[in-house]
């Protein structure tokens, strides 16, 4: 019984000494705590609500101190702002991760007492027999707004913690110059979001637009009206405007399910929340795009606008007849890459060239539309000899130096080694030297004398021109009154005369296929050509680099006929067919009559 009790008698002291440990290291703890604490330089800091709010509005200010030993706070004067709520104190330590903080906090509510920029003096506390200062805050008082007769209405509170708002890179580009448009929402931290949708996407009319991928939305922290807000990107787009004027982005719509405080606490004092669907929508905002200088603007420049390089390259330069060769011209950098035409290269007659090859190697991302865009060209020499192809000049404008440059690349040689020599041309218009022949008849004697007889005339009055010119006036006043009623007839025919019209513009765009029947890659590229033309013109889009499925959706939304549009696709398809197989002189004159109607189908209802 004894020695139980001696082993309860060592247990416990043994529980003691731990425990003695246990506290003098947490007293070691504090100690260093508290000297980490007293260690930090004093500050007095003031933080408001709201920069900017309406003079029948509230704000809060804060004013904290991050040491422990603050004595005799003295607030300021709050001049021109009426006290309605505090002081409220509050203390705050934590020690996280080896790194502990204090701080002390007095908070007021206040009301402003007019409108107009207001300043928040400055606080001041003392600490270790030192008076600290907080620094002064202006506040922007603006118009009364109305506010509900229960603050607490969640429509009223949704409205005042949430933003969709529409941020412009630049207001005043030039025509052709990038500007970002990006869509953000804006939410206190008084609300959460639940859901979001988009009722309306804004349209960019008179802006060529491309969508900016987003990855996973990160939430940001920023300022919206002076005020600290969370925010994400919605949505961003490139935007170049293809005109001057005054062009409108309209506004984007929203429907947001918000979680608002009702004002009231649960059994365990936590904020009742209620979800209240709204419909939110950003301002509408206006571009004036400035149209490109004169001054300095070279007659070669196509629309060209940001910072380029321009290069022309050829694949071989010694070769033989029928023997390929590559011409590129590249344009790469940043700008508007995909809104201009390269220039075109020329050779000499005896290189045939065809039709370029459009390559484009482009991304769109938050620094812009950067890459390259090139034309490769094919030229196959005919004859034997040493031939120059000229050199290129490309222009562009760069908006950042308000200015236009000009590149110029150098002349090209191709020399053919082999193949048939080029006959020299005769000159027809040449003065041959021939030899002067004598004969008998070369030259007449001069004659001396004349004989002048008197001519017989006749009076005009009573002659038969007399009587015709009497008589003419009233045979083509009938003529004229019968040709104005045909005439009449004709213009009151309003669909004769757009058949006509549209006959004629047909003629038109078809006259160079026309003139190449029988030579079939010749009439195909000058088909399709004419084809891309009549868009081009009637549409005013660029439909050289777009897809027919691209082509089918812009006709579909123009209300063209689908038997019209399918017309239209099946002429451009064969035309890219026909020219790798074997084609008729029939076929191709039926070719080009398809393409006659369906351009006049397409004019008769665009």
């Not at 509510?109 to 907080?134: D, H, R, W, Y």
């Not at 025509?175 to 953000?184: P, S, T």
């Not at 005020?227 to 935007?239: C, F, G």
Request: one cysteine or more; aromatic letters at 10%.
């Amino acid at each position: 019984m004894n020695t139980y009790k001696i082993k309860i008698i060592n247990k416990t002291q043994e529980w003691l000494s731990q425990m003695g440990k246990v506290r003098g290291a947490f007293m070691l703890i504090f100690c260093l705590v508290t000297t980490f604490v007293a260690a930090q330089e004093a500050t007095l800091t003031a933080t408001v609500s709201k920069n900017k709010l309406a003079v029948n509005q509230r704000l809060r200010i804060e004013f904290t101190i991050n040491k422990q030993g603050g004595d005799n706070f003295s607030p300021p004067k709050f001049t021109n702002f009426k006290v309605v709520g505090g002081p409220s104190q509050s203390v705050s330590q934590s020690w996280v991760n080896g790194k502990t903080s204090f701080s002390q906090s007095y908070t007021y509510v206040l009301q402003p007492n007019k409108k107009g920029e207001l300043t928040i003096g400055e606080a001041s506390i003392k600490i270790s027999g030192k008076t600290i200062k907080s620094e002064a805050i202006k506040i922007i008082v603006l118009d009364a707004v109305d506010i509900p007769k229960n603050p607490n209405d969640p429509n009223y509170i949704a409205q005042q913690n949430i933003h969709l708002v529409a941020e412009i890179s630049k207001s005043r580009p030039y025509v052709g110059e990038g500007i970002y448009v990006e869509y953000r929402l804006y939410v206190s931290e008084n609300v959460s979001v639940y859901d979001t949708n988009v009722t309306e996407a804004p349209q960019y009319n008179g802006f060529w637009n491309q969508a900016i991928k987003i990855s996973n939305y990160p939430v940001k922290m920023g300022k919206y009206n002076g005020e600290d807000y969370r925010y994400i990107v919605l949505q961003k787009a490139l935007l170049i405007p293809t005109k001057t004027g005054n062009l409108t982005i309209d506004p984007m719509k929203m429907d947001i399910v918000i979680g608002v405080p009702t004002g009231r606490a649960d059994f365990f004092g936590n904020v009742i929340t209620r979800n209240v669907q709204k419909e939110f929508a950003s301002a509408k905002k206006v571009i004036n795009p400035r149209s490109l200088p004169l001054e300095g603007k070279p007659t070669n420049f196509t629309g060209a606008v940001g910072d380029f390089n321009f290069d022309v390259t050829l694949s071989k330069e010694v070769l033989k007849a029928n023997e390929s060769s590559q011409i590129k011209v590249a344009v790469s950098g940043k700008g508007n890459l995909k809104l201009f035409e390269l220039p075109e290269v020329t050779t000499p007659v005896e290189l045939e060239k065809y039709q370029p090859e459009r390559k484009e190697k482009v991304q769109v991302n938050s620094s812009g539309v950067s890459g390259e865009i090139s034309d490769l060209y094919t030229v196959v020499p005919q004859y034997k000899g040493k031939y120059k192809i000229p050199n290129v000049s490309f222009s562009y404008f760069n908006p950042n130096e308000r200015k236009y440059h000009t590149i110029t690349t150098d002349d090209f040689f191709v020399d053919v080694l082999e193949g048939k020599e080029l006959k020299p041309a005769i000159d027809t218009n040449a003065t041959q030297k021939q030899d002067v022949v004598s004969t008998g008849n070369n030259f007449r004697y001069i004659q001396t004398k004349s004989n002048l007889e008197l001519v017989d005339t006749e009076d005009f009055f009573k002659s038969n021109l007399f009587y015709i010119l009497l008589l003419l006036p009233l045979i083509t006043i009938p003529i004229g009154v019968f040709i104005a009623k045909k005439a009449e007839e004709r213009s009151n025919d309003l669909i004769g005369n757009k058949l006509r019209k549209a006959e004629k513009l047909a003629k038109k765009y078809l006259s160079e296929a026309q003139k190449q029947l029988g030579k079939k890659e010749a009439f195909y590229e000058a088909l399709e050509r004419a084809l891309h033309n009549y868009l081009k013109a009637k549409l005013g889009i660029e439909t050289a680099d777009i897809s027919k499925e691209k082509i089918t959706e812009i006709l579909e939304n123009k209300k063209v006929e689908p038997t019209t549009i399918i017309q239209f696709i099946e002429v451009l398809k064969h035309s890219d067919m026909a020219r790798y197989s074997q084609i008729t002189n029939t076929e191709m004159e039926a070719e080009f009559e398809r393409a006659k109607q369906v351009i006049v189908q397409l004019d008769k209802q665009l």
